[in-house]
Each structure stands twice: as C-alpha cells, then as structure tokens.
C-alpha cells in the first residue's frame, strides 16, 4: 500500500482543518497522497490531483458524514477499493473513525492494524415496457418512493417471482445488512449484523393495519411492481445518491451483487459495542 487517495465531503470538513492533518501525518509516514482535482489547493501540501483517484489509489481515506461515506465507497466500488471512514458528521454508523482517533488511526494503517470488511451490495434494474431502463447499484439501500405531494404508491413485492405482499403507502425500502441502520432501521426494520448476506424489505408508512419487514435470502431478487394505472410521482433513490423517476407498469429488480464494497476497519470494536455508542449519541 504506497498511494492513499483522500476524499472530503466539503460541507463538512470546510476549513480542510482535519483533511490536512491526515494528509500530513501521511506524507510524514512516506505514503504518496492523492486527491481529486482541485484538492491540492485546498489542503496547500504536495499531494497528487488526479481525476482517476479511485483507480490509481491503494487505500481511500474519506472525511465526512455516512452520506460522504456512501458517495465515496460507491465510486470505490467499481475498483475494489476499500475505504476508511473518519466521522465529520453526526452519528455516522459507516464513519467508524472520530475526529478525536485521526491519530490513532493512521498510526494503525502504517503498522498494517486494519481490517477489511466485505459488505453485501445490491444491484437495481429498471424494466420498461418489457426493456431496461436504468441499473445501478446500492450499498445501503434502494428506495422506491412517492414524490412530494402524489398520491400513496401501490407496490406489489415478489420475491423470486413468488408473491410477497401489496404495500399501499409511502413506499419500500430494500436494503442490505450495512443499511438496516439506516432509513430501513427508521421504518421499523430489523438491526442486522452487516457481514451477513441478506436482503431486508419494509414499507414505508404503509396505509395498512399490518407493517412487518421481510427477510430473503441474498440468492433471491426481489421485484417490485408500481400497481397503479393513474398519474403517478415517484422516483427509486439508491443509497441516497442516486435517483431515477419511475412511471406506472415500471418493474424494479433488485438482487445481490456476486462483488462486494470493501470497507476498512482499524477499531477493535464489535458491531453491538458501536451500535450502542451511535444510537446513544444520536439521542
């Protein structure tokens, strides 16, 4: 591991105070630094702008909230990079490391104390009029959804061509292990270890009596039909990144990508001991 790319949700990190004492304490450490264009200037240190960061870079530090986080694990993805997370948001359940650890962590990283850790991700497809539409991945979750001010949804969930259920309402939430923290844990679903390989469903605000998650294995795909003929709004949203507008008949599939994201850990915490100390300190 001779390059590490550091990116920064810049919203977050907006005087690049903490941005620059990783990549100082890097340098000092003999690692080459890479940072998107522009990056140079803003950190004032002899790091490396390139616009292809995520190829060319060993290891991708990135400094933000989860919403950063995702932004950047999934543009990793596509290289099989893993990422590293340091807190500059609130809770930050995928942002492991705190500003108060920067230290402590780089010091792990040069002494090879680190881990990674494959996550499930999920592939969505969009199917219209019997053609693909969109694809796209998700590490946290896809979300099919109303848009402001429409009409409740009715979405008819199979699960491997088998029917599941019919949830009038908000919308549905299929998402992974690492998201069941997420908006999924929001809408009532199950915390799930994020190793496991596994496929979450909820409804959101569903206008039914019942309003129960579905668990199904990660062999499965898991379509979701939009079952209304009128003017609809809604939109499938992937990991809070991504959107596509969706329209009457639309079939999304969703099911497990044989890859996964690569995320790296330098904590010797267990996953209930960081679950504790993120929902205690977001309360």
Do not use: W
Not at 16 to 38: Q, S, W
Not at 58 to 63: E, H, S
Not at 77 to 83: D, L, N, S, T
Not at 225 to 235: H, P, Q, T, V, Y
């Amino acid at each position: 591991m001779k390059v590490i790319g550091v990116v920064v949700g810049r919203n977050k990190d907006t005087e690049y105070e903490h941005t620059k004492l990783i990549i100082e304490k890097l340098l000092n450490r003999g690692f080459k630094v890479m940072v998107p264009p522009g990056g140079s200037s803003c950190a004032g240190l002899p790091v490396i702008e390139s616009s292809t960061l995520f190829k060319d870079s060993d290891f991708i530090i990135c400094v933000g909230g989860d919403g950063t986080f995702l932004s950047t694990a999934r543009k990793a993805f596509a290289y099989r990079k893993p990422v590293l997370g340091i807190n500059k948001g609130t809770v930050g359940f995928l942002a492991e490391v705190e500003i108060s650890e920067i230290e402590t962590a780089i010091d792990s990283l040069v002494n090879g104390q680190f881990r990674i850790q494959p996550r499930m991700v999920l592939v969505a497809t969009v199917e219209r009029n019997g053609e693909k539409v969109y694809e796209n991945i998700a590490i946290n979750d896809a979300v099919i959804t109303r848009m402001a001010l429409s009409r409740i949804l009715r979405l008819m969930v199979m699960i491997d061509d088998k029917y599941a259920d019919s949830f009038p309402g908000d919308g549905v939430i299929i998402s992974t292990p690492t998201g069941s923290t997420g908006y999924s844990l929001s809408a009532g679903g199950p915390i799930v270890q994020p190793d496991m390989r596994l496929v979450i469903i909820s409804p959101i605000c569903p206008h039914i009596l019942h309003s129960r998650s579905y668990i199904a294995s990660d062999s499965k795909t898991v379509s979701v039909i939009i079952d209304d003929k009128s003017e609809i709004d809604a939109i499938l949203t992937l990991d809070g990144q991504e959107g596509f507008k969706l329209e009457p008949g639309d079939k999304i599939f969703v099911k497990a990508s044989e890859d996964s994201a690569l995320f790296a850990t330098v904590k010797n915490m267990d996953f209930y001991d960081i679950i504790r100390a993120k929902i205690h300190k977001s309360n």
